[in-house]
């Protein structure tokens, strides 16, 4: 029998992140299997090496990170909208610890990332991952669940999911005080 308790959220909120959670990020890290952290750092071997990339990413400089915190507030997964100052299209990236996934964790953090997207202008997200595997997979089902059409476009040893966002209604404002649904 299938335990019921993996669909329940285990999300209290979704809040911004900045340099100042980079010990609980790399907390975060090391919670998630060297195939999850792969998956989201394309080729990363370790956690060690995946911690050296923490600083860019929770740069507000570079992009938008926010962090789903579970009940007791510890950091339940991590992402992350990387603009490159081009175009009308954004990166989406999302790391979720293997012991966390399909408890409505990357849920939470896509709508947060979406409603921030949209409301920045952008009319494109598009994220990038290893060809095949659970992040591929997981990633394009969680989209479509969104209500985006993905495309998928091979690029090398990576693969390339992209969604307009114009064919997405806009989700409501989520109110900081309101858990998360």
Known sequence: MAD??????????????????L???????????????????????????AD??????????????????????????????L?????DEVELALLVPDGRQRRGVGTALLRRLLTLAAGAGYTEI?????PGGSGEHGLSALLRASGL?????????????CAPLAARPLPAPLDPAAPVP
């Open 4 to 21: 019921s308790s993996l669909h329940r959220t285990i999300v209290r909120s979704v809040d911004p992140v900045g340099p100042g959670d």
């Open 52 to 81: 050296r990339l923490l600083p860019h990413l929770l740069s507000p400089r570079f992009g938008h990170g926010v962090a789903a915190r579970d009940r007791d507030g510890t950091l339940a997964g991590l992402g992350h909208l």
């Open 149 to 161: 059409t993905v495309g998928r476009y091979p690029d090398g040893e990576t693969v390339v999911l």
């Open 126 to 130: 598009y994220a990038v991952t290893s």
């Open 23 to 49: 010990a609980a990020a790399r907390e975060l890290h090391a919670r998630c299997s060297p195939q999850t952290l792969r998956e989201r750092y394309h080729g990363v071997r370790d956690a060690e090496e």
């Open 83 to 87: 603009w490159d100052g081009e175009g």
